[in-house]
């Protein structure tokens, strides 16, 4: 039976800000990413020694999905069985050109085991999965551009099949100096209709 779902909160990175359902909550004049998402941790006390460990598009997907999930109106009961459904562009090629590089370097050849665990763009999946005990479904898709028609389809069948309670998916990229997170949480209440258009109007919301 078809049943209509809602997106409860979103939560974009982008521009030196982050906001939550359009309220800007932090912001900082930085250009740089690493010193802007380093200060963004501080700001909301994040408390996760891994962090610092983790590529520029893991530390983007965690503080993105933390920043939400601490914020939002899902219970402890939903998150447990919260899928993960994240898409990007650039796949996990930031990471990619540092491990590239590493073996470039004949004299010095030395691929570092801490750089190539990154090498895939999932693993940030697994660094939000393990920071807030998701146990569910996880998937990541990767387009030309944010996709909302397959994010609807792929979150509605999670939820219509009842593969998951609540599904936690959208769009983190990070290339070079470009970067942009735009995640929610569809389930069953929300204050927003999950269908496309209204996927893409939060998406393009400033």
């Excluded at 020694?49 to 983007?60: A, E, I, T, V, Y």
């Excluded at 030395?110 to 940030?124: K, R």
């Excluded at 005990?133 to 030309?144: A, C, G, Q, R, T």
């Excluded at 100096?177 to 389930?187: P, Q």
């Amino acid at each position: 039976m078809k049943k209509d779902y809602f997106i409860q909160d979103y939560c974009h990175i982008k521009n030196n800000s982050v906001l939550i359902n359009g309220t800007q909550l932090f912001t900082q004049e930085s250009t740089d990413f690493n010193a802007f998402i380093k200060s963004a941790y501080q700001h909301f006390n994040t408390d996760y020694p891994k962090f610092f460990k983790m590529d520029r598009l893991s530390k983007l997907a965690f503080i993105t999905a933390d920043v939400l999930l601490k914020n939002g109106q899902h219970t402890i009961e939903e998150a447990q069985n919260m899928a993960v459904v994240l898409s990007n562009r650039a796949s996990s090629l930031d990471t990619d050109r540092k491990h590239q590089e590493s073996i470039n370097e004949q004299d010095n050849y030395y691929p570092s085991p801490a750089v190539f665990v990154y090498t895939l763009p999932n693993i940030c999946i697994g660094e939000i999965s393990i920071r807030h005990k998701l146990h569910s479904e996880n998937s990541f898709f990767i387009f030309d551009q944010f996709n909302a028609d397959h994010l609807w389809h792929y979150s509605n069948s999670l939820l219509n099949t009842y593969k998951a309670d609540s599904v936690l998916c959208g769009w983190v990229d990070v290339d070079q100096d470009k970067y942009e997170a735009f995640l929610y949480v569809v389930s069953s209440k929300g204050s927003y209709e999950h269908n496309k258009e209204e996927i893409t109007r939060l998406y393009l919301t400033k």
